[in-house]
Structure formats: structure tokens, C-alpha cells
């Protein structure tokens, strides 16, 4: 199984302050075929089903503000919010869809410092 | 807009089965990959498997003797049965759907605790 290894755990940002969270896999998730890498970023809020934010590591999903973006590459992602505001405050965890068993990362929960 | 709602029960005994389905409006499970995922007090998430519009089914090695995983698409609905349950299955469970592996759409969760 492809472990997905997220930190940090939790994070508290100020307001218009950048936040970045880092996922790192246990082998490559980047396809030689295709060139691109099977990682998904998610955004989870209390009472709220998941929602993709980033696909195939560094594409926005529709309609997910600019100031989320998405990097990284091979076994080492990152997840960045450039200027948080309080609606990002959420749990965010990454998964690697390159291969069954689909695995998630921790998740790392983002508030308001 | 997708919906996936989960529904069955919130409770049950050890060494039952575990039931649960997954509706899904705003989009068809014809052609999407659906999939069923837990997520345990105080751990990470696990994926336990999915079934194809073709009905093809794959099933996280962890849970495979235990898990089936089916669909009807004339209610545009798949279902969950875990065996053999204990009190290490109690969670949340999620369902979800999408394009490959990759999920577009997750349902709300429902909490499942096995409990006599």
C-alpha cells in the first residue's frame, strides 16, 4: 500500500496569512505514461461531505478560489493557501488515486490564530 | 448539483453484518467508479472498495474476506455489507463516487458503532 504521510497535524494561521501543508507518499504517484501525478487535495468542513480543491496534484477543481494552489511532484505535494480567510478554516487531507487501495492522508486541520 | 446520502442502520451487534446504501442523485452511477470509505475514532481514513457501472468490484486487501460491495443502477443506489463485525468497525462511514480512482463527490457520512 502507498502510505500517505501528512503534516503538519494542525495549523493556525492569522488572517491574509499564507498556510501550507505537505504530503509526501511512500513510492512515486507520478505516471510515466501520462506524466501526471495521482494526488487529490480535500477540503472538509464541520457538518460538510469532502470537497475536492486540487486534482492531479496542482489543478483547481471549478469553482475553488485562486488562492488555493497546488504543487509538487513525484512523492513530495504541497497544498497552499496564500492569504487564508475564515471560510478555509477545515480539515484538508490529500489522497493517492494511482493505485488500489486508494490511501488518504491524516488530514491537517486549519484555524484561525 | 450531486447528492450521495447514506442510510441503514447506526447500530450493530458484534459478528453481525454491517448494511448500508448509498443514493445518489444529480448524477448517474453509469459509468462512475463507487466507492466506500470509513473513518474510525481518532484514525485516518480507509478506503474498503468499489464497484464499477460494469460491476466490476475491487476491495481493500485489509477487509477483502469480509466486504462486498454491489449496485442497482435502476435506483441509482450501491450498497455496503461488511461481516463478521467488532467493535474495531465502528466509524464513519462515507460513500463516494467518481471518474477512476479519482473521487469528485463524497456523501455526508453516517456513524455506524458495533455494540451489543
Known amino acids: 500500500d502507498i502510505v500517505m504521510t501528512q503534516s503538519p497535524d494542525s495549523l493556525a494561521v492569522s488572517l491574509g496569512e499564507r498556510a501550507t501543508i505537505n504530503c509526501k507518499s511512500s513510492q512515486s504517484i507520478l505516471s510515466s505514461s501520462n506524466n501526471k501525478n495521482y494526488l487529490g487535495w480535500y477540503q472538509q468542513k464541520p457538518g460538510q461531505p469532502p470537497k475536492p480543491i486540487v486534482d492531479?496534484?496542482?489543478t483547481r477543481a471549478s469553482g475553488v478560489p485562486d488562492r488555493f494552489s497546488g504543487s509538487g511532484s513525484g512523492t513530495d505535494f504541497t497544498l497552499t493557501i496564500s492569504s487564508l480567510q475564515a471560510e478555509d478554516v477545515a480539515i484538508y487531507f490529500c489522497?493517492?488515486?494511482?493505485?488500489?487501495?486508494?490511501?488518504f492522508g491524516q488530514g491537517t486541520k486549519v484555524e484561525i490564530k | 448539483q450531486v447528492q450521495l446520502q447514506e442510510s441503514g442502520p447506526g447500530l450493530v451487534k458484534p459478528s453481525e453484518t454491517l448494511s448500508l446504501t448509498c443514493t445518489v442523485s444529480g448524477a448517474s452511477i453509469s459509468s462512475r467508479y463507487s466507492s466506500w470509505i470509513r473513518q474510525s475514532p481518532g484514525k485516518g481514513r480507509e478506503w474498503m472498495g468499489y464497484i464499477h457501472y460494469s460491476g466490476t468490484t475491487n476491495y481493500n486487501p485489509s477487509l477483502k474476506s469480509r466486504v462486498t460491495i454491489s449496485m442497482d443502477t435502476s435506483k441509482n443506489q450501491f450498497s455496503l455489507n461488511l461481516s463478521s463485525v467488532t467493535a474495531a468497525d465502528t466509524a464513519v462511514y462515507y460513500c463516494?463516487?467518481?471518474?477512476?480512482?479519482?473521487?469528485?463527490?463524497w456523501g455526508l457520512g453516517t456513524l455506524v458503532t458495533v455494540s451489543s
Open positions: 492531479w496534484a496542482s
Open positions: 489522497q493517492q488515486y494511482y493505485s488500489a487501495p486508494l490511501t
Open positions: 463516494a463516487t467518481g471518474v477512476g480512482f479519482r473521487i469528485e463527490y
